[in-house]
């Protein structure tokens, strides 16, 4: 299950991304939408970046969590704004923010793996039929 908490004021369809977190894992997802200065304020916290980012992964099986996978926090602005360059809708770049943030949350990470994460999201991409993932588009 996808558990939403919608802090801003846009109107998100909830539907595809339950559909895509029951697919991808068995076990329960939270997913926070926020604006720039929360997500800039978590980067910097946990990352230590003081810019905000378009998605963050916050894993729980290090803590011992049965039923929950972990925690992934969208910023509402930047993927509005990835939407645009990218030609494609806000749903869409929803679902693949919260792809990609799932695999974080599997395990995976684009940034020390070769190449597997950008395999699995790929697939996983072409499974629902969404545009290019974030790790192609960013080479």
Not at 28 to 37: G, T
Not at 44 to 67: C, E, H, I
Not at 70 to 98: D, F, K, N, P, R
Not at 103 to 116: A, I, P, R, T
Request: charged share 25%; glycine share 4%.
């Amino acid at each position: 299950m996808l558990e939403i908490d919608n802090q801003t004021s846009i109107d998100i369809k909830t539907d595809f991304l339950q559909d895509i977190a029951k697919e991808m894992s068995f076990k329960d997802i939270e997913l926070l939408i926020v604006q720039k200065d929360f997500i800039q304020e978590l980067n910097k916290t946990y990352r230590n970046q003081d810019k905000p980012t378009d998605v963050l992964s916050f894993p729980l099986q290090d803590m011992g969590a049965d039923t929950l996978l972990g925690s992934i926090v969208i910023c509402i602005e930047i993927a509005q704004q990835q939407a645009q360059t990218y030609h494609h809708t806000l749903q869409e770049e929803i679902a693949l923010l919260l792809i990609h943030g799932i695999l974080h949350l599997l395990g995976f990470d684009h940034e020390k793996d070769n190449g597997e994460h950008r395999e699995v999201e790929q697939k996983w991409i072409h499974h629902f039929k969404l545009p290019e993932s974030l790790i192609v588009r960013n080479q």
